[in-house]
């Protein structure tokens, strides 16, 4: 089966990206979005979903992180949303929960092509790095709604700011992973619709 890849790009006055993705990677990545913490977070994203990820962004970093993050979120889900194609033969459905030390994060996801984000977890910090930690869930309205996936996430165990964010990171890349694996058992679409 040939590797599901997507090559997309999207230019505003705010942002110009550029983003390649192969959901059947080894993890290799290749991202600069001038945002140190952020390309911290999709490198694990990359890695830990043996996704292969080619992301660059010259955002306004001037302004403030906002537009740059948004608009990578947007990319990415709409990278992932193509390269997932007619999802024939995939799970469909993936979860996870991901400790890092004392934190641990449930990360579910539906690829039903209806969008939805259900975003549980709350920083004590205004700022990671130079990362905004209001922007994570920013980060993951934008992906859900792009890829039109239902994606939940959800704080079990609360602690550090940077863990928890990592963890997320992490733990929808293992569960997209799940969404995204073949099951020889499924022919056609996993849904009594006939499509998704
Ligand atoms: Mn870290």
């Known amino acids: 089966m040939a590797d599901r890849c997507a090559k997309l790009s999207r230019k505003?006055?705010?942002?110009?990206?550029?983003?390649?993705?192969?959901?059947d990677g080894t993890g290799k990545s290749n991202i600069d979005t001038g945002i140190g913490f952020f390309n911290h977070m999709l490198e694990g994203f990359s890695?830990?979903?043996f996704f292969d990820l080619d992301m660059t962004c010259d955002g306004d970093l001037n302004v403030d992180c906002h537009h740059t993050i948004e608009d990578c979120g947007i990319v990415l889900g709409n990278a992932i949303a193509q390269a997932v194609g007619d999802k024939k033969g995939i799970k469909r459905f993936g979860s996870f929960i991901l400790p890092m030390d004392e934190v641990l994060?449930?990360?579910?996801?539906?690829?039903?092509?209806r969008p939805y984000l259900q975003f549980d977890g709350e920083f004590?910090?205004?700022?990671?790095?130079?990362m905004d930690t209001?922007?994570?869930?920013?980060?993951?309205?934008?992906v859900s709604y792009s890829a039109a996936m239902n994606l939940h996430i959800?704080?079990?165990?609360p602690g550090?700011?940077?863990?928890?964010?990592?963890?997320?990171?992490?733990?929808?890349a293992k569960a997209l992973d799940d969404a995204c694996t073949y099951d020889s058992?499924?022919?056609d679409v996993m849904s009594t619709k006939g499509s998704l």
């Open 185 to 187: 058992r499924i022919k």
């Open 154 to 157: 959800k704080v079990l165990t």
């Open 134 to 142: 209001e922007m994570v869930r920013e980060f993951f309205y934008a």
């Open 160 to 172: 550090n700011n940077h863990h928890m964010i990592e963890a997320m990171f992490k733990a929808f």
């Open 47 to 49: 890695k830990h979903g």
């Open 105 to 113: 994060v449930l990360c579910a996801i539906d690829l039903s092509g």
């Open 124 to 130: 004590t910090c205004e700022r990671v790095g130079d």
């Open 12 to 23: 505003t006055k705010e942002t110009d990206i550029s983003v390649g993705l192969n959901i």
